[in-house]
């Protein structure tokens, strides 16, 4: 869509409540390269900013909340160790930490799986099991993707929106 911080300050001119800043591939390239574009829209703009895309500890955490980031959201790291979890909500509370939890359905079964590397590789883990397990650990926040059905133009996936709403008591 062009230079981010032009779209940032379009958006919070457009209305928007939140600003959600993805390095997608982060993971797969073992990179974290957001807090530049972080530095300067959090000067620019003010609307919180969520920051996601290879968090794999406490201090990467740190450098995006340094970098002007109200809350940071780890999918990859959080799946391979749970712990990482708990340490960030210990560290920066509930409110700042958000799981992104991408889910792909199971063939002809209504379950799904959640996926790592933005949605490139099975983690083993149900998503609606793992749901309940990072409740337990103490995100503030999940942030549920449809790795069939988001950015096909198609309706969002009903179903597992409606089961997930069921067993979650956040946001």
């Given at each position: 869509i062009g230079e981010?911080?032009?779209?940032?300050?379009?958006?919070?001119?457009?209305?928007?409540?939140?600003?959600?800043?993805?390095?997608?591939?982060?993971?797969?390239?073992?990179?974290?390269?957001?807090?530049?574009?972080?530095?300067?829209?959090?000067?620019?703009?003010?609307?919180?900013?969520?920051?996601?895309?290879?968090?794999?500890?406490?201090?990467?955490?740190?450098?995006?909340?340094?970098?002007?980031a109200d809350k940071i959201a780890i999918n990859t790291a959080g799946i391979k160790d749970p712990k990482l979890i708990k340490n960030l909500v210990e560290t920066f509370g509930s409110q700042c930490i958000v799981i992104s939890i991408q889910a792909r359905k199971k063939s002809n079964e209504m379950t799904w799986e959640?996926?790592?590397?933005?949605?490139?590789?099975?983690?083993?883990?149900?998503?609606?099991?793992?749901?309940?397990?990072v409740q337990e650990l103490g995100v503030g926040e999940i942030l549920l993707t449809s790795v069939d059905q988001d950015g096909t133009l198609k309706n969002p996936d009903f179903e597992l929106v409606k089961r997930a709403s069921h067993i979650t008591q956040i946001p």
């Open positions: 981010p911080n032009s779209a940032a300050k379009q958006y919070e001119k457009d209305g928007a409540d939140e600003l959600l800043y993805i390095d997608a591939v982060a993971s797969l390239y073992g990179r974290n390269s957001i807090a530049s574009i972080l530095k300067i829209s959090s000067n620019e703009i003010f609307i919180p900013i969520t920051a996601s895309g290879g968090i794999r500890s406490v201090s990467d955490a740190k450098n995006l909340i340094m970098a002007g959640a996926m790592t590397e933005m949605g490139r590789e099975k983690s083993g883990k149900d998503v609606l099991d793992w749901i309940k397990e």
